[in-house]
C-alpha cells in the first residue's frame, strides 16, 4: 500500500525553529514535495527533493533519506505567519499523481 | 504570467443533483490533477490528465468523471451528488513529469452539497 505520516498537530514559538517529520511507503518513488496550506487557501509550493540531502531555501529546509522513507521540513525563525498546515506529499514513477499526508498544522505562538 | 484558475469558486447543490467543476492551467502547463481535499481525510487524489488523455485515476466512485480539452483546460463532473461529497476541489497544473516540476495549485471550488 501506500502510506504518508506525519504530526497532525505542533506548537512553537515565535523565534524558535521547528522541525516537522515525514515517513513514507509508495510503490515509487519520482520526489517528495512540502506544500503550506493556510487556511481557506491553495496549497503553495515550498521544496522539492528527489535526492538524498537538505535543500535549503531561506528560513525554510527540507531533508530527505530516500533508503529511510523519511523527510522533514525545517522552518527556521518562525513568525506568525508560519502558523499553517504544511503538507508532506510523494509522486511516483511516471506520473504527476501526488500522494499527500494529512497534513501537520503548526500553530506559532508570540 | 497568470496561475491556475478554477471556477466556480463556491458551489451549493442539492443531493441527487450533478456539478461540473472547471480548472484552466497555468499557460504552457501540458499536466492536470485534480484532488478532493475534506477535514477528515485530506488531500485525495482523483484524476490525472496529460494531453487529453487520463494518465491515472484516484480511488473514486464513477460518479467522478473529467476530461481535458485541447487547450489543457480541464473539467471534472459529480453526478448524482451526495452529502459527503461536499469538499474543496483543487486543481494542480505541472508543466512535466520529469524533474523538479511542481504543482501549482488553484484556489479550489468548495462545493456544498445539502
Known amino acids: 500500500g501506500q502510506n504518508i505520516d506525519q504530526p497532525t498537530e505542533m506548537t512553537a514559538t515565535e523565534g524558535a525553529i521547528v522541525q516537522i517529520n515525514c515517513t513514507y511507503q509508495?510503490?515509487?518513488?519520482?520526489?517528495l514535495f512540502w506544500y503550506q496550506q493556510h487556511a481557506g487557501e491553495a496549497p503553495t509550493f515550498l521544496s522539492y527533493?528527489?535526492?538524498?540531502g537538505l535543500e535549503e531555501k531561506g528560513r525554510f529546509s527540507s531533508f530527505l533519506s530516500r533508503s529511510k522513507g523519511y523527510s522533514y521540513l525545517l522552518l527556521k525563525e518562525l513568525q506568525m505567519k508560519d502558523s499553517a498546515s504544511y503538507l508532506c506529499?510523494?509522486?511516483?514513477?511516471?506520473?504527476?499523481?501526488?500522494?499527500f499526508g494529512t497534513g501537520t498544522r503548526l500553530q506559532v505562538f508570540p | 504570467k497568470a496561475g491556475v484558475t478554477q471556477t466556480p469558486r463556491y458551489l451549493i447543490k442539492t443531493r441527487g443533483q450533478q456539478v461540473t467543476l472547471s480548472c484552466s492551467p497555468i499557460?504552457?502547463?501540458?499536466?492536470v490533477s485534480w484532488y478532493q481535499q475534506t477535514p477528515g481525510q485530506g488531500l485525495q487524489f482523483l484524476f490525472e490528465?496529460?494531453?487529453?488523455?487520463?494518465?491515472n485515476k484516484g480511488n473514486f466512485p464513477g460518479r467522478f468523471s473529467g476530461r481535458q480539452f485541447s487547450n489543457s483546460r480541464s473539467e471534472m463532473n459529480v453526478s448524482t451528488l451526495e452529502l459527503g461529497d461536499s469538499a474543496l476541489y483543487l486543481c494542480?497544473?505541472?508543466?512535466?513529469?520529469?524533474?523538479?516540476?511542481?504543482?501549482?495549485f488553484g484556489q479550489g471550488t468548495r462545493l456544498t452539497v445539502v
Open positions: 494542480a497544473s505541472s508543466l512535466d513529469r520529469q524533474g523538479d516540476t511542481e504543482a501549482f
Open positions: 509508495t510503490s515509487g518513488f519520482n520526489g
Open positions: 527533493n528527489v535526492l538524498d
Open positions: 506529499a510523494v509522486r511516483g514513477d511516471n506520473t504527476d499523481k501526488l500522494i
Open positions: 499557460s504552457g502547463h501540458r499536466s
Open positions: 490528465y496529460f494531453s487529453e488523455t487520463q494518465r
